[in-house]
């Protein structure tokens, strides 16, 4: 095969590495677009092309995230992951690691790793990459990797729930979620939320967000059930849909642009957490993104004529 031929066989594996080690789809994009240009710039071939590629993109993302934990620490409000619709890297041998990995609670999880923490875990633990491969992408030992890997597990298991959903459950679940949302029910959304859910939105100073997380059965499910059919009036349409692997929704307005994206986690069956992101910059790739302030005011307006 030419260069082209296996750079572009190998590219949704090494945009999958990037995603789950910088939390951005602009970024990893870009991570792999200098992936490409360091490879056809080498003069020699490399013996495997996959190991090249993946420890390049791994060194690349790692580099990028460190200066990005910098931004994220001055982040106005809660800094969530962009939502990410589908994984282009599919492996049926990983499939539940794959999925796993790629969700916004074991993304936010990954925060507390350091880089090199967190790209050794993703390459053993998701990727089943060989400790001398994971030791050459990182730049660490052997002994090193299988240490930071350690860590890595201890930090990961201290926050994972305990209980978990089979996806058959999730959906059934969103698919009722929604329902009771678009009619404003909230004695139906109070029975499908865990007694201490939390609702977050992450706006990023640049769209209308929540002062605070929203928390508990009863204020979630009177929030939800206030606000958002008045979205509805206004001709915002709710468009399910997966994200980062888990049930969820694309809200467009009237013209087809997209608002904000809403994912839920499902515990024991209850939804746990509902995450919003509704920061511009983290929507482009989604396509044509809605000003959000633009919809904010047709609502309190729209609300207005109606007292």
Not at 227 to 247: A, C, K, M, Y
Request: glycine share 6%; proline share 5%; net charge negative.
């Amino acid at each position: 095969m030419s260069k082209v031929e296996e750079f572009e066989e190998l590219r949704p594996l090494l945009f999958s590495i990037a995603y789950r080690i910088l939390g951005s789809v602009s970024e990893a994009e870009d991570a792999v677009q200098e992936t490409w240009l360091r490879f056809d710039g080498s003069a020699t071939r490399p013996t495997s092309t996959k190991a090249f590629l993946s420890a390049a993109v791994t060194r690349i993302s790692i580099d990028v995230l460190r200066s990005a934990r910098v931004r994220r620490e001055e982040y106005v409000g809660p800094w969530f992951p962009e939502p990410l619709l589908s994984d282009p890297y599919q492996d049926p041998a990983r499939s539940v690691e794959l999925a796993d990995s790629v969700s916004m609670a074991a993304l936010l999880l990954l925060e507390r790793l350091s880089p090199l923490e967190r790209a050794v875990f993703l390459l053993r633990e998701v990727f089943a990459f060989g400790f001398d491969e994971i030791a050459e992408a990182v730049g660490r030992s052997e002994p090193a990797c299988r240490q930071l890997l350690v860590r890595a597990r201890r930090h990961m298991e201290d926050g994972r729930p305990r209980f978990a959903a089979d996806r058959q459950e999730r959906q059934e679940l969103a698919t009722r979620f929604f329902d009771a949302l678009k009619d404003g029910d909230v004695g139906g959304l109070r029975n499908l939320l865990a007694a201490d859910v939390q609702f977050v939105g992450d706006g990023g100073g640049k769209a209308p967000q929540l002062s605070k997380a929203v928390m508990g059965a009863q204020n979630v499910a009177r929030l939800l059930g206030t606000v958002f059919p008045w979205l509805i009036r206004i001709d915002v349409t709710i468009e399910s849909h997966e994200v980062n692997g888990q049930p969820g929704a694309i809200f467009r307005d009237r013209d087809g642009k997209v608002l904000q994206t809403l994912v839920l986690e499902v515990l024991d069956g209850r939804i746990q957490t509902i995450r919003a992101v509704i920061n511009p910059d983290k929507l482009g790739h989604l396509g044509p993104v809605a000003d959000a302030w633009a919809i904010h005011h047709q609502l309190k307006e729209a609300r207005r004529q109606a007292d």
